[in-house]
């Protein structure tokens, strides 16, 4: 079975430091995953994506991503937070063979100043 | 169009009553997407349309949920005999192909409140 685990429902952080939101997932065969992120009242916009080639794979806002096969996780990053970073997050995944994403249940990042 | 469409944005209905919701994809993407956003959960797949291929209704909870999409493009969900668990956000996405390596582009989703 296909599935995605986002293990924080919150992540808090100040403005200034790193970010990391965590991601897991469970697929058949090679994953392909994205980030999307939603602002409020607005649809998911596409940050990132891992098809396959480095691990660590570069996206908008500033945003990275690792992709670690032996610990199936695809967490996301950024060096330096901001303010306007604050949003909900998703992580998705699908299998060659599979015609829809399945996504994790959002982590919402919250960036103080 | 350059994005994807939803309408209305938001629907307040009354329980047992009958909704349409509409997207309209982007133009010359083959494949649309329902999706449910529950509040404080994450997104439920509902149902899946790509060209002229039956449908992907494994996602539709009930059988008071339907969707169709007419030529290829504009889609309707339909939710009859509305319950108050039909609340939640409906999102429709589109996408240029079916290959895993292919995002979505969402729209700005319709919030249903049924009470």
């Known amino acids: 079975a296909q599935s995605v685990a986002q293990p924080e429902d919150q992540v808090n952080v100040a403005e200034g430091n790193p970010l990391t939101v965590k991601c897991t997932y469970s697929v058949s065969g090679n994953p392909y995953l994205f980030w999307y992120v939603q602002y409020p009242n607005r649809g998911l916009q596409f940050l990132l994506k891992?098809?396959?080639?480095?691990?660590l794979v570069k996206g908008s806002y500033g945003f990275e991503a690792e992709f670690n096969k032996s610990q199936t996780s695809f967490h996301l990053k950024k060096p330096s937070a901001l303010v306007s970073d604050s949003a909900l997050y998703f992580c998705a995944v699908r299998g060659y063979n599979f015609n829809k994403f399945y996504f994790g249940s959002g982590t919402k990042l919250n960036v103080k100043p | 169009g350059a994005g994807v469409s939803q309408s209305p944005s938001n629907k307040v209905t009354e329980k047992g009553k009958d909704v349409e919701l509409r997207c309209d994809p982007i133009?010359?993407?083959?494949?649309l997407y329902w999706y449910r956003q529950s509040l404080g959960q994450g997104l439920e797949f509902l149902i899946y349309?790509?060209?002229?291929?039956?449908?992907?209704k494994s996602g539709l909870p009930s059988d008071r949920f339907s969707a169709e999409r007419t030529g290829g493009s504009v889609s309707t969900l339909t939710i009859q005999r509305t319950q108050q668990e039909d609340s939640a956000v409906y999102l429709c996405a589109s996408s240029l192909g079916t290959g895993p390596w292919d995002g979505y582009t969402f729209g700005s989703g319709t919030r249903l409140t049924v009470v």
């Open positions: 133009s010359g993407h083959t494949a």
């Open positions: 349309f790509q060209g002229n291929s039956a449908p992907d």
């Open positions: 891992y098809i396959t080639g480095d691990n």
